[in-house]
Nanobody
Framework: QVQLVESGGGLVQAGESLRLSCTPS????????MGWFRQAPGTEREFVAA????????KYADFVKGRFTISKDRAKNTLDLQMNSLMFEDTAVYYC??????????????????WGLGTRVTVSA
């Protein structure tokens, strides 16, 4: 069982930046496709970004393109999400996920077997 631990959430003002990290216990980030999802109060969990395990190909939700960057730091064995130009609408709990599947629909949360407990991001307007 892979345990994922997120960190880096917090309270920021609109326009500021945050960097989230996710560390898998006992496994290399290179072994999995990994993604970030988020869930705001009263809404369903939604896809944010994903990165392919084999070669680092990425995919983003339209609403974060140009603002967020997903990456893997193989030296630190972390999955990171750099979030710039944060908006009030980005307020949510952000979850790290990992899985092994065909890279056809990485935005589908059901593809991911392993999930972290989440880290809260709050953006004040």
């Amino acid at each position: 069982q892979v345990q994922l631990v997120e960190s880096g959430g917090g309270l920021v003002q609109a326009g500021e930046s945050l960097r989230l990290s996710c560390t898998p216990s006992g496994q290399s980030v290179s072994n999995y496709h990994m993604g970030w999802f988020r869930q705001a109060p009263g809404t369903e969990r939604e896809f944010v970004a994903a990165i392919r395990g084999s070669d680092g190909v990425t995919k983003y939700a339209d609403f974060v393109k140009g603002r967020f960057t997903i990456s893997k730091d193989r030296a630190k064995n972390t999955l990171d999400l750099q979030m710039n130009s944060l908006m009030f609408e980005d307020t949510a709990v952000y979850y790290c996920a990992a899985g092994i599947f065909l890279w056809t629909t990485p935005e589908d949360s059901t593809k991911y077997r392993h999930w972290g407990l989440g880290t809260r991001v709050t953006v004040s307007a």
